[in-house]
T-cell receptor, first 118, second 111 residues
């Protein structure tokens, strides 16, 4: 069972360009989370998605940022018109569907995408 | 929503000593409390977790305690080794899956 996959691992963009970050959850996992980590800082929750639904986007900036998790294919975190302050590591995590009856809550993290905005 | 606070932000111990990291949470409905270790340039990885129906859990040199009344939980590492040096994150899960992380503790174990 392959782990959580993210690509690209490193992404360089110039100010004003768009960044698209992809996350393929572990097989059988239908819940995806995106986190941002600035250098020397903690994990900041951005958005939580299930297939075709955004469950909680309270941590995501209202402008320029969007996320989706389509029925088929990876989850995408999209950042439009990037600015230097967007430079960070973006981690995706996935977890299995839980019915509240004792199944694992563990989130499995991908290797991250390191975005650098020039 | 849930708010998780973690202390200290940095911790330096001598090899062989114990290290303790503490977290508090705000939502009494939280029922799952994992701890993640993140080495430099790597992804966070789960090292131990505890559920709200348990007060303590141990795995070799690592233990976690939970006080539901006070809404705090702690990570204890005994007989620390240089390879324990990393950033440690606590987290609390409200309902089943939504999770909020603490700001992290940078642990340095000096040989």
């Amino acid at each position: 069972n392959a782990g959580v996959m993210q690509n690209p691992r490193h992404l360089v963009r110039r100010r004003g360009q768009e960044a698209r970050l992809r996350c393929s959850p572990m097989k059988g996992h239908s819940h995806v989370y995106w986190y941002r980590q600035l250098p020397e800082e903690g994990l900041k929750f951005m958005v939580y998605l299930q297939k075709e639904n955004i469950i909680d986007e309270s941590g995501m900036p209202k402008e320029r940022f969007s996320a989706e998790f389509p029925k088929e294919g990876p989850s995408i975190l999209r950042i439009q018109q990037v600015v230097r302050g967007d430079s960070a590591a973006y981690f995706c995590a996935s977890s299995p569907f839980a019915s509240g009856k004792g199944m694992s809550n563990e989130q499995f993290f991908g290797p991250g995408t390191r975005l650098t905005v020039l | 929503g849930e708010n998780v606070e973690q202390h200290p932000s940095t911790l330096s111990v001598q090899e062989g000593d114990s290290a303790v990291i503490k977290c508090t949470y705000s939502d009494s409905a939280s029922n799952y409390f994992p701890w993640y270790k993140q080495e430099l340039g790597k992804r966070p990885q789960l090292i131990i977790d505890i559920r709200s129906n348990v007060g303590e859990k141990k795995d070799q040199r690592i233990a976690v305690t939970l006080n539901k009344t006070a809404k705090h939980f702690s990570l204890h590492i005994t007989e620390t080794q240089p390879e324990d040096s990393a950033v440690y994150f606590c987290a609390a899960s409200i309902r089943d899956l939504e999770m909020r992380f603490g700001a992290g503790t940078r642990l340095t174990v000096k040989p």
